[in-house]
């Protein structure tokens, strides 16, 4: 079977909490309440925008990020394909 040297990696990354609908469009400081209102009203999932190659990622605990919504942050967690684990987050400096 084949593995990808990132699948299941630990990895440090810095971006914006985006939503699904809007993806790497929604990575700015003032896409928060479009967000908010993509993820309540139409469904859409919070994802995670990586700075450094603009890669959208479906992140696991929808829970933890909701409050941070348009923020640039860093996250901590192992990425599989298109789905990031978080095991942390913080404002990113």
Do not use: W
Not at 19 to 37: F, L, M, P, R, Y
Not at 65 to 90: F, I, M, P, Q, Y
């Amino acid at each position: 079977m084949y593995s990808s040297p990132h699948f299941g990696s630990r990895r440090k990354l810095d971006g914006y909490i985006s939503d699904s609908a809007c993806g790497a469009k929604g990575a700015n400081d003032k896409h928060a309440a479009c967000a908010e209102k993509c993820v309540k009203e139409k469904g859409a999932k919070y994802v995670f925008v990586n700075d450094a190659d603009h890669k959208v990622y479906v992140i696991d605990a929808q829970d933890k990020v909701s409050a941070h919504a348009g923020h640039h942050v860093t996250v901590k967690g192992s990425v599989d394909g298109e789905n990031l684990k978080l095991a942390s987050l913080e404002m990113a400096k």
